[in-house]
Nanobody, 128 residues
Framework: QMRLAESGGGLVQAGGSLRLSCGVSGGIFSRNHMGWFRQAPGKEREFVAAISRGGSRKEYGDSVKGRFTISRDNAKNEVYLQMNMLTPEDTALYYC?????????????????????WGQGTPVTVSS
C-alpha cells in the first residue's frame, strides 16, 4: 500500500511562489507516473501537472502552463511542484497522486481516475 504525503502549502501573496513536495512510501516510486491535482472550494477537482516514470515527459493543465513546473527525484521518492506567478485563482487544496499500473516509460495521464493512490492534500492560499 503506497502512502503519499504532501507538504509545502501555505499562504502567499499574488505574484509569489511556492514549492510543493510529495513524499512516497510503501511502493516502488520509480514504477509510478505521478500527478498533481487541485480542488478549490465549491469547484471540481482539476488536473494540474503530471510526470512520467522517468521524468522525461510532463503535461500541464492549461491554467498553469508556463507558471508551474513538475519534477521528480526517484532516488528520494519525491515529486515536486514549483509554482510561480501565483494568482488568487490558484487557491486550492493540492493533491499528489500516483498510478502504479503497468505503463510505458513515457506515459502520463491527466485523468484523475487513472491514479490509484492519493495524498491528503496541502492547502495553498494566494492573497490579492
Amino acid at each position: 500500500q503506497m502512502r503519499l504525503a504532501e507538504s509545502g502549502g501555505g499562504l502567499v501573496q499574488a505574484g509569489g511562489s511556492l514549492r510543493l513536495s510529495c513524499g512516497v512510501s510503501g511502493g516502488i516510486f520509480s514504477r509510478n507516473h505521478m500527478g498533481w491535482f487541485r480542488q478549490a472550494p465549491g469547484k471540481e477537482r482539476e488536473f494540474v501537472a503530471a510526470i512520467s516514470r522517468g521524468g522525461s515527459r510532463k503535461e500541464y493543465g492549461d491554467s498553469v502552463k508556463g507558471r508551474f513546473t513538475i519534477s521528480r527525484d526517484n532516488a528520494k521518492n519525491e515529486v515536486y511542484l514549483q509554482m510561480n506567478m501565483l494568482t488568487p485563482e490558484d487557491t486550492a487544496l493540492y493533491y499528489c497522486a500516483a498510478d502504479s499500473s503497468v505503463r510505458s516509460l513515457n506515459y502520463v495521464s491527466t485523468d484523475a481516475d487513472d491514479y490509484e493512490y492519493w495524498g491528503q492534500g496541502t492547502p495553498v492560499t494566494v492573497s490579492s
